[in-house]
Structures are given as C-alpha cells and as structure tokens.
C-alpha cells in the first residue's frame, strides 16, 4: 500500500519559504556578477549578512530582496535579471522582478537607486554603491550605509533591523554622532531603548 503524501507544515513551509529566498538573491547577484553590473544587497539580507557574522542564531530572514544599482544601470540590471528567470513589473513606483509567471510581488527583486531617494519626501538621499563591500557571495551595503538607510526609511520593519545590530554588538553609543542630527538621534533613541 502506498504511503500518502505528506504536505508539509507551518514550520517546514517557512523554512522552505527562507531558502527561496536566499535562491533568489544568489540567482540575482550571479546575474549582476556576471553581467559586470555594480550593486549592492542592502535591506534584510545585508542585515542578516552583517548579523551572521558575529552570530548565526541572531540572524532574521527576510521575505524579498533588496538590491540597491544605480539608475544608469537599469538596462542591463533589467536584462540579466530577467535572463535568469525573472520578470519585471513596476509596483507602486518601484522596480520590482519577480521569480517567473507564479511568483509574488512580496517575494521579488526590489530595485532601489543610490544617490537617490525613495519615497520623495524623504530628507535623505540612498548611499551609492561605493559604500558597499564583498561578502562571500555578493557585494553587500557597508554597515554605516546599510545603517543610514534603515534610519532614513524608519518604518517599524527598519527599526527592527538596527536593533539586530546592535543585539550583536555591531553598533554602539559611538554611532549616533556618523550621522546626521535628525538620523543620529533615530539611532540614540534605539540604542537607549532597543526594545521599545
């Protein structure tokens, strides 16, 4: 008699959901790699690329990927990305690829711009990619970037990452003062209450 299939569960489903997206960005910045397109992985998985190297059992997952280019280099960005199986479609002003036919916008590509903003009423312009390092598989935001874009975009998401940081000892009462007064006191006020 043959077993039935076993479908799996809540736990499986999201470790399964995870490795998807590391897929993704592996399969992204290959293509950008290889295409000689400059980028930088900022959001989550810079974060979690920052966090997992003092400790692994700190790190977040996250459900997309951010890849911070430079506008000039949408062209190519947009062809070696949709090389690779991905698809471009332009949600609610942002660039946004996502992974084949079934794929969801929640889990794609998102474009941002360096040197740019991203909501227009932001104060703060994005870093550029010189701002960035190799990680063992793809170029990744330098830590102060990836810090200044989270203090910028302040959503309750960016505030969470931060607090990662500085749960790892990543960032301390010397950080406030590399930033602008309005972003240096955003940090202080994580930094004198990371859980609040």
Not at 81 to 93: M, R
Not at 168 to 184: E, I, K, M, N
């Amino acid at each position: 008699m043959a077993e039935a299939a076993v479908e799996p569960v809540g736990w499986e489903r999201a470790l399964m959901a995870a490795e998807k997206v590391k897929e993704r960005l592996r399969r992204a910045t290959r293509a950008l790699d290889a295409a000689g397109v400059p980028y930088a992985v900022v959001g989550g998985n810079a974060v979690a690329e920052w966090v997992g190297r003092i400790d692994e059992d700190a790190v977040r997952n996250t459900r997309d990927v951010d890849i911070l280019i430079r506008r000039t280099e949408f062209t190519a960005a947009k062809a070696c990305l949709e090389a690779v199986g991905f698809i471009y479609h332009q949600i609610l002003d942002v660039d946004t690829f996502i992974d084949g036919p079934q794929g969801k916008p929640s889990g794609g590509i998102q474009l941002l711009y360096a040197g740019e903003k991203v909501r227009r009423d932001d104060e703060f312009n994005l870093p550029d990619i010189k701002e960035s390092e190799r990680a063992g598989e793809f170029q990744v935001a330098g830590i102060e970037a990836l810090v200044r874009m989270k203090l910028i975009a302040w959503r309750d998401k960016d505030r969470t990452h931060p607090r990662d940081l500085i749960g790892v000892g990543l960032l301390d009462a010397s950080w406030p003062a590399r930033f602008p007064a309005q972003l240096g006191a955003r940090l202080q006020q994580l930094l004198d209450d990371p859980n609040g």
